[in-house]
């Protein structure tokens, strides 16, 4: 514990250093310094710290009844164009929410890209996962209104799986004259979950007290997207789907001791996954309408299923107003079992008191525990309502 | 019913005829680097520039976008489709996905031009008023 709060002091005053040596512009470096004819480098970066209070439940970190600051995130990139049509990019990251990050720093993404043309590129790496509107950006704070996106469709834990992937990416524009544009996006690659993410998380919370999850694999992942941007100036509709092959769990399960069980004995199975995301945008004037729907199929397994509807509106150039629905639903099956729901209706309110400085504030009053995913941590749930309160800041350059 | 659809198809034909009009950047004018070949851009194709949809020139070389904020947002609206803050935070999020690279800030419109003059690839929708000093001026179609 010591070590991880040493760390989240350290990347707290590196970023406060940042700003206020420079002024909170984005660095560009110059390679002529070194003999080269390169074009210069660009460096953005972000560092962003949230609390998380809740009423009844603890939920996203251990202890939100009290209050956490176990909420963080912070990223910085770098990206050149040093041949014609190439682009070189990548993004060291780190967050903590709850049990899950934990300060640990990852390559999030390390891509190169070559564009023919508009109609077609291809990029390989690590490369973020395209789908929907806000999975390529989840975990930046300062692209959006709220302090948490829908977390039914984007949940904050589960980035190891979802976030991003090595392998390819095929993608580009297609004009459909008066129709307006097509955009796709095709990848294949490894998915890289880890035992201490979300998925793990939520695999270990439904075994035994005692039992562990050992490894997970890195199951091969397939998918695409499309977008039609309408003719219409600001709408677009989207869709995307996606297949994870034979995605493995190895664990220990402690099963009650004799003479009711054998103790501790390894475990293994595997499944597909296949999900689907629709999404619509609507951006007119200082106004943004967004709504998606997503479906995940487990086999073996559940088919769980999520939705929101999304309005915010920017008031001026500091304040910037949002509000969502969302339901989530572990089972379809059982849509009136509070424990395989959560229905969470949010109030966000956005201020940018400077360009690289932002302060949000937000309330949500939820029915259902469908996404606590911590039952050690939560022993009684039941159907009444309850509050969370999430307040961040984001500092970018 | 068929009130309701009628005024629904009006509706939307005044929105897709809306969607077609020719650009005029109020109180503002293009311009780009002197090794920029092109001399004119089509409204649409400037709309795919800002938009993302077109990173390169003909030639390879990579559109850098500049802007200098607050004081081209209406141009930049007839432009992009979008509203200032909208337009900030669509760069964003391809500068934080790894998929593009954020607009060059500058803090005036002398710093912008200046900017635009010693960039390879650069691009800037610049106050009217503002010397051009080194840089082509785009006729937008």
Known sequence: MTTKHSTHKLVLAITAAIMAAGGAQAYEVPLTGINTNLPPVDFHGFASQGLLASSQYNYLADNTKTGSLEFFEAGVNASMDPFPRTHITAQGFMFDVGDIGQYKPVLDYASVTYTFNDEIGVRGGRIRRPQGIYNEIIDVDLARTSVLLPQGIYDARWRDFYADLDGGEIFGSLPLSKAGSLSYDGYAGYAHPSTSGGVGNVIKNDLPPGSSVDSLNSPFTLGGQLWWNTPLDGVRVGAAYYHAFNFQQNLTVNLPPPPFGPGPVPSSSSMNVDNTQESLEYLWRNWTFQAEYMRTWLEPGNIDDAWYANVAYRFNKWFEAGTYYTEYYSNVQQRDNSLDYQKDLALSFRFDPKPWWVLKLEGHYIRGTGLLDNNANNPNQNSGAWFMLAVKTTFSF | ?141
């Open chain 2, 1 to 141: 019913m068929k009130s309701f659809s009628l005024k629904l198809g009006l509706f939307l034909a005044v929105l897709v005829a809306s969607s077609f009009r020719a650009l005029a950047l109020d109180g503002a004018v293009v311009i780009a680097n002197s090794n920029v070949a092109a001399d004119s851009l089509s409204a649409d194709a400037l709309k795919d520039i800002y938009t993302a949809k077109t990173k390169y020139w003909d030639g390879g070389q990579a559109i850098i976008i500049a802007v200098v904020p607050d004081k081209t947002d209406a141009a930049l609206q007839q432009a992009s489709g979008m509203e200032a803050s909208q337009f900030k935070t669509f760069w964003q999020r391809l500068a934080f996905s790894g998929r593009g690279s954020e607009p060059k800030k500058a803090d005036d419109a002398a710093a912008l031009v200046a900017y635009v003059a010693a960039t390879k690839g650069a691009i800037a929708i610049v106050p009217a008023d503002a010397a051009l000093t080194g840089v082509k001026k785009i006729e937008i179609k």
